[in-house]
């Protein structure tokens, strides 16, 4: 219902703006933005396209916006909304805002309550298959605070996805060949000679954390070879990562090995389709991808000169697996060292001939993790960084998640572990998990039941009506998220959505007071458990129901 009227009332400012009296070329209805108002006391819904049209008409915003008005008003009676629609003003630069009739948000409360989560979907997805590709961190040590914000982010993106409707895979990219595999594997053998009595100097790049002096011990109790050392420590460090990711609520679909896809012939198999296209060339004794002929700034190397892959080539066929396995649209979750690697990645799925939008790529930034005020460095091949396991151990999964969304993608994170860790309103997701609880507590404590076709009109309060207006701002948070790939505004709204709770609570009693109103503010909050229960399961965080 509330997209509908979304796309009602974007009809009927189309029709205004159709109406004859806009000369010159008018936006078509999805040109036309309707957003919420920052602030409830400016209506329910509002408009900027007469700031839009100010410079293309020559005339000021207001002038637009009261002529839009003006024929808006003209047809409302002959409108699905007329009874729906208030008022409708210019206020501001120019900014046409509609006022709702409280009636609107009682219906929209009772489908809440009828039926529950299913009313809040935005039913988008239409069955759509994606498949989202994160942390894929190399297995050569436990996953740090960038690997943990990584799997946070698409985890919850997938579960935001799969809400609104499409059929999500979950996949990580296993760099399990290669130069880091051969470096790891000698990082072992010089510890292992290290226990065995010699005296070792590490190279810079060698692995040296105290998990490297554990992998050796284990391979020497399993007398593992020197040249089987490596994929014998990556398998052990993938089986700790596993059970990481478990701990932390991230299960995939899919566990996808670069050595697999180098013995199955897709590599070769896919240059060979490029060579047909004409993307392939040889020159000064390599191969290069003609990543120009698709935006890139310049060619790209696939084979070198000493016959060697590289790392784009094994990328370039496991994009187009993807694709060969059925999905429609491709999201990546890459770390901010990778933005460069962009544009040659699009460049290559357009040359099997897919669209460059059926690739997005998210690039996470990074998070430092402050302890007792002072930020902790963070050396991977030394050791000397916070896991995801310290985090976990310490602050425990559901605060580790909030904490690691709470940022846009594209800024980078500070997360405080001794906020984390307080039961109090300065910690955000205590903060959520108290609001759903506390209201778990008055329902189990309700004498009077919540029956079907309540009377809301009783509902009269400014608390009462700013908690179902925000309620049914949770659509419009979705379709937030699917449009930048990014969760995070749900952590935002989710405390909105528990300080609208606790407000109206601090200043309204819900149980004693007549049945009809006890009843119309029992169903309030339980509208607001079942939208704070919805955004939390999105999240991955539980759901207390007692605190």
């Given at each position: 219902m509330q997209k509908n009227i979304q796309e009602e009332l974007i009809s009927l400012v189309s029709r205004a703006l159709l109406s004859g009296k806009f000369p010159g070329q008018i936006p078509a209805p999805d040109e036309i933005s309707l957003d919420l108002p920052t602030d409830s006391r400016f209506g329910d819904f509002t408009t900027n396209i007469a700031l839009k049209l100010s410079?293309?008409?020559?005339?000021?915003?207001?002038?637009?916006?009261?002529?839009?008005?003006?024929?808006?008003?003209?047809?409302?009676?002959?409108?699905?909304?007329?009874?729906?629609?208030?008022?409708?003003?210019?206020?501001?630069?120019?900014?046409?805002?509609?006022?709702?009739?409280?009636?609107?948000?009682?219906?929209?409360?009772?489908?809440?309550?009828?039926c529950g989560k299913d009313a809040l979907k935005l039913d988008k997805g239409e069955g759509k298959k994606v498949l989202i590709e994160f942390v894929s961190a190399n297995p050569t040590g436990s996953l740090s605070i960038a690997h943990a914000r990584q799997a946070a982010v698409g985890d919850c993106l997938a579960n935001v996805l799969s809400f609104i409707g499409f059929k999500v895979s979950r996949e990580y990219y296993l760099n399990d060949e290669g130069n880091q595999i051969n470096i790891l594997g000698k990082s072992v053998e010089l510890r292992r000679q290290e226990l065995a009595g010699k005296a070792i100097e590490f190279p810079e790049d060698y692995y040296q954390g105290d998990y490297i002096r554990d992998i050796a011990k284990e391979a020497d109790k399993n007398k593992i070879k020197d040249n089987d050392l490596g994929d014998f420590a990556a398998d052990l460090i993938l089986k700790i990562i596993k059970q990481e990711l478990i701990d932390f609520g991230v299960k995939f679909d899919c566990w996808y090995s670069q050595k697999e896809l180098a013995k199955s012939g897709k590599v070769e198999q896919a240059f060979e389709q490029l060579k047909k296209e004409g993307f392939l060339y040889e020159q000064d004794g390599a191969l290069w991808f003609k990543s120009t002929a698709f935006?890139?700034?310049?060619?790209?190397?696939v084979i070198k000169t000493d016959g060697s892959q590289t790392y784009l080539a094994p990328d370039i066929a496991y994009h187009e697996d993807k694709f060969n396995r059925g999905f429609n649209w491709l999201i990546n979750l890459w770390g901010p060292d990778h933005h460069g690697y962009i544009n040659r990645i699009k460049a290559a799925i357009q040359a099997f001939g897919h669209?460059?939008?059926?690739l997005s790529v998210v690039i996470v930034q990074l998070a430092t993790i402050f302890r007792n005020g002072q930020p902790i460095q963070m050396s991977t091949r030394r050791g000397q960084y916070i896991t995801l396991r310290e985090v976990l151990d310490e602050v425990g999964s559901d605060a580790a998640r909030f904490f690691f969304l709470m940022r846009r993608t594209s800024s980078h994170l500070d997360f405080d572990l001794e906020v984390a860790k307080k039961q109090s309103s300065e910690n955000p997701v205590y903060y959520v998990q108290y609001a759903h609880a506390r209201i778990c507590s008055i329902l189990r404590s309700a004498t009077v039941q919540i029956k079907g076709n309540l009377e809301l009109s009783v509902l009269k309060e400014k608390e009462e009506l700013n908690l179902i207006k925000k309620m049914l701002e949770f659509k419009a948070v979705q379709n937030a998220c699917l449009a930048?790939?990014?969760?995070?505004?749900?952590?935002?709204?989710?405390?909105?959505l528990s300080e609208?709770?606790?407000?109206?609570?601090?200043?309204?009693?819900?149980?004693?007071?007549?049945?009809?109103?006890?009843?119309?503010?029992?169903?309030?909050?339980?509208g607001t458990k079942i939208v704070l229960s919805c955004g939390l399961e999105l999240l991955g965080v539980s759901q207390p129901e007692s605190m």
């Amino acid at each position: 219902m509330q997209k509908n009227i979304q796309e009602e009332l974007i009809s009927l400012v189309s029709r205004a703006l159709l109406s004859g009296k806009f000369p010159g070329q008018i936006p078509a209805p999805d040109e036309i933005s309707l957003d919420l108002p920052t602030d409830s006391r400016f209506g329910d819904f509002t408009t900027n396209i007469a700031l839009k049209l100010s410079k293309p008409l020559k005339k000021s915003p207001r002038e637009i916006a009261a002529l839009i008005v003006e024929l808006i008003q003209k047809e409302i009676p002959k409108s699905e909304l007329k009874d729906l629609i208030n008022q409708v003003k210019v206020e501001g630069a120019g900014f046409v805002n509609f006022y709702l009739e409280p009636n609107y948000f009682y219906t929209q409360l009772n489908n809440i309550i009828s039926c529950g989560k299913d009313a809040l979907k935005l039913d988008k997805g239409e069955g759509k298959k994606v498949l989202i590709e994160f942390v894929s961190a190399n297995p050569t040590g436990s996953l740090s605070i960038a690997h943990a914000r990584q799997a946070a982010v698409g985890d919850c993106l997938a579960n935001v996805l799969s809400f609104i409707g499409f059929k999500v895979s979950r996949e990580y990219y296993l760099n399990d060949e290669g130069n880091q595999i051969n470096i790891l594997g000698k990082s072992v053998e010089l510890r292992r000679q290290e226990l065995a009595g010699k005296a070792i100097e590490f190279p810079e790049d060698y692995y040296q954390g105290d998990y490297i002096r554990d992998i050796a011990k284990e391979a020497d109790k399993n007398k593992i070879k020197d040249n089987d050392l490596g994929d014998f420590a990556a398998d052990l460090i993938l089986k700790i990562i596993k059970q990481e990711l478990i701990d932390f609520g991230v299960k995939f679909d899919c566990w996808y090995s670069q050595k697999e896809l180098a013995k199955s012939g897709k590599v070769e198999q896919a240059f060979e389709q490029l060579k047909k296209e004409g993307f392939l060339y040889e020159q000064d004794g390599a191969l290069w991808f003609k990543s120009t002929a698709f935006g890139d700034d310049k060619d790209r190397v696939v084979i070198k000169t000493d016959g060697s892959q590289t790392y784009l080539a094994p990328d370039i066929a496991y994009h187009e697996d993807k694709f060969n396995r059925g999905f429609n649209w491709l999201i990546n979750l890459w770390g901010p060292d990778h933005h460069g690697y962009i544009n040659r990645i699009k460049a290559a799925i357009q040359a099997f001939g897919h669209s460059g939008n059926s690739l997005s790529v998210v690039i996470v930034q990074l998070a430092t993790i402050f302890r007792n005020g002072q930020p902790i460095q963070m050396s991977t091949r030394r050791g000397q960084y916070i896991t995801l396991r310290e985090v976990l151990d310490e602050v425990g999964s559901d605060a580790a998640r909030f904490f690691f969304l709470m940022r846009r993608t594209s800024s980078h994170l500070d997360f405080d572990l001794e906020v984390a860790k307080k039961q109090s309103s300065e910690n955000p997701v205590y903060y959520v998990q108290y609001a759903h609880a506390r209201i778990c507590s008055i329902l189990r404590s309700a004498t009077v039941q919540i029956k079907g076709n309540l009377e809301l009109s009783v509902l009269k309060e400014k608390e009462e009506l700013n908690l179902i207006k925000k309620m049914l701002e949770f659509k419009a948070v979705q379709n937030a998220c699917l449009a930048t790939c990014d969760p995070y505004l749900l952590t935002v709204y989710l405390q909105e959505l528990s300080e609208s709770f606790h407000k109206f609570y601090d200043l309204h009693r819900v149980l004693g007071q007549t049945d009809a109103l006890t009843s119309a503010r029992l169903a309030l909050i339980n509208g607001t458990k079942i939208v704070l229960s919805c955004g939390l399961e999105l999240l991955g965080v539980s759901q207390p129901e007692s605190m």
